[in-house]
C-alpha cells in the first residue's frame, strides 16, 4: 500500500504526502507497540529488567503517538478544504508547501520524545503506564 502512495503520479497529490508520512509513522509505532512490547511481556520485564530499552521504547511511542495525532488533525484539514474551500486548499497545501507543515508534527513528535515523561511497560498488567 506505501508502495502506491509513493508513486509520482499520487505522490504529487497533497493528502498522500501527509498519508505517507502517516503510514510510516504507524508502521513504526507498530514496531514499539505491538513487536516490543509482546517481547517484554513473554519475557515478564519490568522496568529493572530492561531500564534502557524501556525508557527508549516509551520515550519513541510517546513521540510517535503524538506527532501520529497531528498528522491526523493535518489530513483532516486537508480534506476539508480541498472540499469545502477549494482556493484555499491549495494555496497553503500547494506544492511544497505540504512539506514544510509536515515539519509541524514532526517537531511536535520530538517534543515528545526529548522532553516530555515517558511511558513505562509492565509486565504486571501487560501495559505502559506514565506511572510504573
Known amino acids: 500500500m506505501l ?41 515478564g520485564a519490568v522496568y529493572c529488567t530492561y531500564p534502557n530499552l524501556i ?8 513521540g510517535l503517538w503524538s506527532g501520529s495525532c497531528v498528522i491526523a488533525v493535518i489530513l483532516v484539514t486537508n480534506r476539508l478544504l480541498d472540499l469545502i474551500l477549494r482556493n484555499l486548499g491549495s494555496f497553503v497545501f500547494g506544492g ?19 522532553f516530555n515523561t515517558p511511558v513505562c511497560f509492565t509486565s504486571e ?3 505502559r503506564f506514565l506511572i510504573p
Open 55 to 62: 525508557y527508549i521504547v516509551g520515550m519513541a511511542e510517546m
Open 96 to 114: 511544497n508547501r505540504t512539506f514544510l507543515i509536515l515539519t509541524v508534527p514532526v517537531l511536535y513528535g520530538f517534543y515528545f520524545v526529548f
Open 3 to 43: 508502495d502506491v502512495m509513493l508513486e509520482k503520479e499520487q505522490f504529487g497529490m497533497s493528502c498522500y504526502k501527509i498519508m505517507t508520512l502517516l503510514a510510516i509513522v504507524d508502521i513504526v509505532s507498530v514496531l514499539c507497540s505491538c513487536l516490543i512490547t509482546g517481547w517484554l511481556a513473554y519475557q
Open 125 to 127: 498488567y501487560h501495559a
